[in-house]
């Protein structure tokens, strides 16, 4: 059992109780070890969704015996399902009281909040497409102060005279401006390494018609993806009625519907709720994707997205997928970001009329020439972001790189499960299991 006091974000003393994980880490490493490793790298998972996306990038260090990843949760809004999440990665997992205690050779992040007590450098990458919404307004009573996207806010990358991260890593050579206006003294520990998530998208548009196979979408049926990101501003917060309207105003032979939602929707809100909320929708035949995988292999095989100002929209537009905006907050989205220039680009959906003839018009009107410069904005390393991301760690924890450059995989299939329309995401790497029938 292990005991400690530590100190928290804001200073205050809290008290840790549980059990001491003995593991392949710290001064007890090599007590149990049968690999004689020579580095540990700490993955810090602060909700569901940035530990997807560090188990999207962690692979480019499976094959290297010289290194051990451990996991740890840090502290956040939504820790829901990242134990399940871990757990089913199979990873060793400490807790985060015990993680801060320790001295590990590097940390790789993908959220922000409390990574100035780790003892370690630290490697922050973003989440989804990057910085482009504004953290929503504190409710007190001061005067009002400028906002600046999430992710770049100096009381976020900066701790009493520190910068945190050792390494921030951006996905696009445009973001630097966005973090020099925010964040200055952050500038110098800028990366420009690409899109890990957007290289596997590309990379599996080869194979569209296997991952309309696998949601059981005919050839003569279009597939209409509607995804919401979490908050009282997104496409569930304002549009509930979307999805019901959907698949009571498209006709089933022709169009199937399926619907992405935020998995810190899905882990606030709770499963059991968000399952119940669409129990009518998925009765008509909506495929309702599961929380940590499944969206992108519909993104692939989507004619057409419904979406939000979240990262699954601009990833849409940015494939070359129509896309209508149901809600666009833009009072929350940083006026001179990607996020926005989204929001200038992508036509509206209008509650007031019919939804099959405007879904309709989209698909017929869409020309790729219309979403260029979203296309652009998405990553200054096309197909690169793995490579250039593995010289950054290795470089950080002194090692010699491996020989060969890391391969970018398709997505996963999204298999759905006999009956109820539910899916699930197959967790092995490359193309997964065929549709079960």
Request: proline share 10%; glycine share 10%.
């Amino acid at each position: 059992m292990l005991v400690m006091q530590a100190k928290t974000g804001n200073g205050s003393d809290s008290m840790y109780c549980g059990d001491l994980i003995q593991g392949p880490f710290g001064i007890g490493a090599t007590a149990g070890a049968t690999v004689p490793v020579q580095r540990t790298v700490l993955a810090v998972a602060h909700s569901v969704v940035t530990g997807a996306q560090l188990a999207d990038v962690l692979p480019v260090l499976a094959p290297d015996r010289r290194i051990q990843v451990v996991f740890t949760t840090a502290p956040s809004l939504f820790p829901g399902g990242v134990q399940d999440f871990l757990h089913d990665l199979g990873a060793v997992v400490i807790p985060w009281q015990q993680a801060v205690r320790e001295r590990f050779d590097l940390a790789i992040a993908a959220g922000t909040g409390q990574l100035e007590r780790l003892h370690a450098p630290v490697l922050l990458m973003p989440h989804g497409v990057g910085y482009g919404k504004y953290p929503a307004r504190f409710q007190a009573y001061g005067p009002p102060a400028p906002r600046y996207a999430h992710g770049t806010e100096c009381r976020q990358l900066v701790y009493h005279g520190r910068v945190v991260p050792a390494a921030i890593l951006l996905a696009h050579r445009d973001r630097l401006a966005q973090l020099r206006r925010s964040c200055p003294e952050a500038v110098p520990a800028a990366v420009i390494v690409g899109d890990p998530c957007h290289d596997r998208l590309v990379a599996s548009l080869p194979f569209r018609e296997a991952y309309r196979q696998a949601l059981h979408v005919r050839r003569d049926q279009k597939i209409i993806l509607v995804t919401s990101t979490w908050g009282p501003q997104s496409l569930l917060g304002q549009a509930p009625w979307l999805l019901d309207r959907l698949v009571t105003e498209l006709p089933g032979d022709f169009f199937r519907v399926a619907a992405s939602i935020h998995p810190d929707i899905w882990h606030f809100h709770g499963p059991y709720q968000v399952s119940a909320w669409h129990a009518d929708c998925l009765r008509s035949g909506m495929t309702l994707l599961p929380a940590s995988e499944g969206w992108r292999g519909a993104l692939v095989a989507a004619d057409l997205v419904i979406g939000d100002h979240g990262s699954v929209t601009f990833y849409a537009a940015s494939l070359g997928v129509p896309v209508l905006l149901a809600t666009f907050p833009d009072d929350d989205v940083a006026p001179d970001s990607h996020v926005a220039l989204l929001g200038r680009t992508a036509p509206k959906l209008d509650p007031g009329r019919p939804l099959m003839p405007q879904i309709e018009h989209a698909v017929a009107a869409y020309r790729p020439a219309r979403y260029a410069k979203v296309r652009g904005q998405v990553t200054s390393a096309p197909g690169q972001a793995r490579r250039i991301i593995r010289q950054v760690i290795y470089r950080h924890l002194g090692l010699s790189e491996p020989s060969g450059a890391p391969v970018t995989l398709p997505v996963p299939l999204p298999c759905i499960l006999p009956g109820a329309g539910k899916t699930r995401g197959a967790l092995h790497a490359g193309l997964p299991c065929p549709p079960l029938v």
